[in-house]
Antibody, heavy 117, light 107 residues
């Protein structure tokens, strides 16, 4: 059974950092492109970042508003996806979901990030 | 960036109604379109990929169609568990982009 479990969210002050994790089970993470998608309170879904699978270019992609601040990566030995988030602002407050493949066939339950003083 | 425009943004319908949601891309995306259902407080659930391919376990009352720039999601007979918000998403090119969502409410 495919499962994705996010962790690492919480309350952080503006300018602070967090690292989100997404533990995958039931499939080999490296074989798939993986994505982070966020949802601000009461708002719609917004794509944040992607990392290619082993069959792809190995590239990473970011929405403009997080370029230079967020870094997506994965540890294939741990079957875990990460999102390092630096220089956080109130606009980054959201539930962060990891999703498998660009067509989003499986999603985690999400982890809440709140940026506030 | 490819803009995805969903309509309507909300609708009221009764149990048993046939419901159609449309999604328009600002440029051609072939059939690289997915549909998701999201209920309050829960992660999105994948319904359809490749514009018309039902994901495993999704009931056949859901169907998708379209190619290029115009797409539709149809629920053939609305049931109480179908009241939710529905999103389309293109995965033709980065950045991946979502429609604004369609909230389906009980009439």
């Amino acid at each position: 059974e495919v499962q994705l479990v996010e962790s690492g969210g919480g309350l952080v002050q503006p300018g602070g950092s967090l690292r989100l994790s997404c533990a995958a089970s039931g499939f080999t993470l490296s074989n798939y492109a993986m994505n982070w998608v966020r949802q601000a309170p009461g708002k719609g879904l917004k794509w944040v970042s992607s990392i290619s699978g082993s069959g792809g270019s190995g590239g990473t992609y970011y929405t403009d508003s997080v370029k230079g601040r967020f870094t997506i990566s994965r540890d294939n030995s741990m079957n875990t996806l990460y999102l390092q988030m630096n220089s956080l602002t109130a606009e980054d407050t959201a539930i962060y979901y990891c999703a498998r493949s660009d067509l989003g066939d499986y999603w985690g339950q999400g982890t809440l990030v709140t940026v506030s003083s | 960036d490819i803009q995805m425009t969903q309509s309507p943004s909300s609708l009221s319908a009764s149990v048993g109604d046939r419901v159609t949601i449309t999604c328009r891309a600002s440029q051609g995306i072939s059939n690289n379109l997915a549909w998701f259902q999201q209920k309050p407080g829960v992660a999105p659930k994948s319904l359809i990929a490749a514009a018309s391919s039902l994901q495993s376990g999704v009931p056949s009352k859901f169907s998708g169609s379209g190619s290029g720039t115009d797409f539709t999601l149809t629920i053939s007979s609305l049931q109480p568990e179908d009241f939710a918000t529905y999103y389309c998403q293109q995965y033709h090119i980065y950045p991946l982009t979502f429609g604004g969502g369609t909230k389906v409410e009980i009439k």
